[in-house]
């Protein structure tokens, strides 16, 4: 099993998909009542095919083949935030933790 960190700035995928987001001063983060930031809740609010973008971008900055994610499931949220399982056209599945940071951590098994 092999293990990526992606730093993917979600906040400007979510500007590339058309998602506005209110404005906060420099440096703060508000996080939610259930843990959950502002990061990680704008991914779960997109649409699918947006979240479908943000985690194929993820794998793509992991540095892993993927040419289009064709499925994307939700799993039970783990310690660092939300989990999805994105797989890619050729089968492949990889699990996309978004951190609270805004970063992915991607998690892909080895063929």
Not at 5 to 15: D, K, R, S, W
Request: one cysteine or more; hydrophobic letters at 40%; a positive charge.
């Amino acid at each position: 099993m092999r293990r990526f960190v992606a730093p993917t700035a979600l906040c400007v995928a979510l500007a590339a998909c058309g998602t506005q987001k209110a404005e906060q001063p420099a440096g703060s983060q508000t996080v939610l009542s259930d843990g959950i930031n502002n990061y990680q809740q704008a991914v779960i609010n997109l649409n699918e095919a947006s979240r479908k973008a943000v985690l194929f971008r993820a794998i793509r900055d992991a540095g892993l083949p993927c040419q289009n994610v064709i499925q994307a499931e939700r799993l039970p949220d783990e310690k660092d935030g939300p989990v999805w399982r994105a797989q890619c056209e050729d089968k492949s599945y990889h699990l996309v933790i978004v951190r609270a940071d805004g970063t992915a951590y991607v998690v892909s098994r080895i063929r």
